[in-house]
């Protein structure tokens, strides 16, 4: 396993994680200072500053972007395809490693999640050519089950490996602790995915707090919560896994309070320390 | 598969339904008033008035005990061994068809999922000599993945038909949509459980809220949310079950707060028309 304690270089800051705290030139400028160089935006820190400026501002600094979040919801109706496209091309722009896909829950005014999943496997499919030919790898982000409903119909890494077999090159998984953690299947699953090189794309982390008080945005900051983070990393690394370490925290009441420096302060603290 | 649709013979009615709106012969009487022949009591109802005082009350009128909720919590620690053992007593006290298992999250200051898997299995061996020596039928509960840490370590029916195959007769299962609507593997996971007569033992509903508030406590009257709730019956029933369906909400700011009557009424309504 890779040794985190004095080397930060596989930290990557999801901006959802200081989302309250400054625009895209803020949030890389706070990483100066901390000396962190990889980076994973939201398509809204991009909006903000329009895509041609947020790569330029992303070149200037030489941040690695790791991953570009997010498209999917293709459950949403026929908005979805273009949005996604666009999410594509975004991706391309800022050379992430990744566009990360948040898939949707069920359709509106559905209760049909087995339909809600064969949409999601044809959204993923019709989107994968013009993926493929800009050269942007599609990241499956399964989330946990308290989402499915409204966010993701994939909410185990077996649906993930599942679709990845079935849908075949440039898409993979983004494995998050918080929404996998749980899952009795989680070590089999990792390491199905890592006999596939290249198919774990992402590898988040945060905490899952006790108690939890919010269904979205209680996150807690790693060390803070229940989830047994080197066991998870092992088995992500014992797959050849090389990639970042993203951390993404999303913490209304908490984490998204504090000073900026003092949140990347306690992320790098606990990068080297807890995980 | 049964129609419900004029006939509430088959409907249960879990205390917790109307938690805060009186004491266990409060709540048969306002069962006897709409009709509802059986129930599913908590224990805190239980010592309320102590265990032969519920009994008689029950016995006196005639409703059927479709469980008792709630032994487990094999994580908790060494009380857990004797408070199981009174919770099966408890049980065939007042005749319940069975009792319910929540199993119990992490051990305090664990973070050793597996391993609290391994407690819990341990736990239910031990627990059931006694339960099938005074004919007390355990129901594992598997609950939703995002009680994970602090109620429950069994998250899905796979776990659960792996720990029934494993420890044997006496053993069966709940089944609540609540926890289970989102499962991938539901379907496969009850014809599973089906192919072992007996083996679903209980058969839970309400619904899932788009959004929920609450991780524990924003569960949905039927047909309120997006859990399609024929479909689960109709796998249930193609097992062959025909036992009761109970209902239990969890619901501080909307059913708690309601007219027990009011509450009553809607079950029944629902009851026949959405489900």
Same mark, same amino acid.
């Given at each position: 396993m890779r040794d985190f304690s004095k080397d930060h270089r596989w930290l990557s800051l999801n901006t959802a994680t200081v989302r309250?705290?400054?625009?895209l030139l803020a949030i890389i400028d706070a990483c100066a200072r901390h000396g962190i160089r990889a980076i994973a935006p939201w398509r809204d820190r991009l909006a903000e500053c329009g895509v041609p400026e947020a790569a330029r501002i992303l070149a200037d600094h030489g941040?690695?972007?790791?991953?570009?979040c997010r498209g999917g919801?293709?459950?949403?109706?026929?908005g979805a395809s273009d949005d996604n496209r666009r999410a594509v091309e975004e991706a391309a722009a800022i050379g992430a490693q990744c566009l990360v896909l948040?898939?949707?829950?069920?359709?509106?005014?559905?209760?049909?999640i087995a339909g809600a999943r064969r949409i999601v496997r044809d959204g993923i499919a019709a989107l994968l050519p013009h993926a493929r030919q800009v050269g942007v790898k599609l990241a499956i982000e399964p989330l946990h *089950?308290?989402?499915?409903?409204?966010?993701?119909?994939?909410?185990t890494l077996a649906q993930a490996n599942d679709l990845c077999d079935a849908l075949g090159p440039g898409l993979g998984i983004a494995v998050d602790v918080y929404h996998?953690?749980?899952? *009795?299947?989680l070590e089999a699953e990792i390491a199905r995915a890592g006999?596939?090189?290249?198919?774990?794309?992402a590898f988040h982390v945060c905490d899952w707090l006790v *108690? #939890? #008080?919010?269904?979205?945005?209680?996150r807690g900051m790693?060390?803070?919560?229940?989830?047994d983070l080197p066991a998870i990393r092992r088995q992500v690394e014992a797959t050849g896994y090389t990639g970042p370490r993203e951390v993404e925290i999303f913490s209304k009441d908490n984490w998204w309070k504090r000073d900026g420096d003092e949140v990347l302060r306690t992320v790098k603290e606990r990068y080297a320390t807890v995980t």
């Amino acid at each position: 396993m890779r040794d985190f304690s004095k080397d930060h270089r596989w930290l990557s800051l999801n901006t959802a994680t200081v989302r309250k705290q400054g625009d895209l030139l803020a949030i890389i400028d706070a990483c100066a200072r901390h000396g962190i160089r990889a980076i994973a935006p939201w398509r809204d820190r991009l909006a903000e500053c329009g895509v041609p400026e947020a790569a330029r501002i992303l070149a200037d600094h030489g941040m690695t972007v790791t991953g570009l979040c997010r498209g999917g919801m293709f459950t949403a109706g026929d908005g979805a395809s273009d949005d996604n496209r666009r999410a594509v091309e975004e991706a391309a722009a800022i050379g992430a490693q990744c566009l990360v896909l948040v898939v949707g829950g069920l359709a509106a005014g559905s209760r049909d999640i087995a339909g809600a999943r064969r949409i999601v496997r044809d959204g993923i499919a019709a989107l994968l050519p013009h993926a493929r030919q800009v050269g942007v790898k599609l990241a499956i982000e399964p989330l946990h *089950p308290m989402y499915a409903a409204d966010r993701a119909c994939v909410n185990t890494l077996a649906q993930a490996n599942d679709l990845c077999d079935a849908l075949g090159p440039g898409l993979g998984i983004a494995v998050d602790v918080y929404h996998t953690w749980w899952d *009795p299947c989680l070590e089999a699953e990792i390491a199905r995915a890592g006999t596939h090189k290249g198919r774990i794309l992402a590898f988040h982390v945060c905490d899952w707090l006790v *108690p #939890t #008080t919010d269904l979205l945005l209680d996150r807690g900051m790693m060390g803070d919560g229940v989830i047994d983070l080197p066991a998870i990393r092992r088995q992500v690394e014992a797959t050849g896994y090389t990639g970042p370490r993203e951390v993404e925290i999303f913490s209304k009441d908490n984490w998204w309070k504090r000073d900026g420096d003092e949140v990347l302060r306690t992320v790098k603290e606990r990068y080297a320390t807890v995980t």
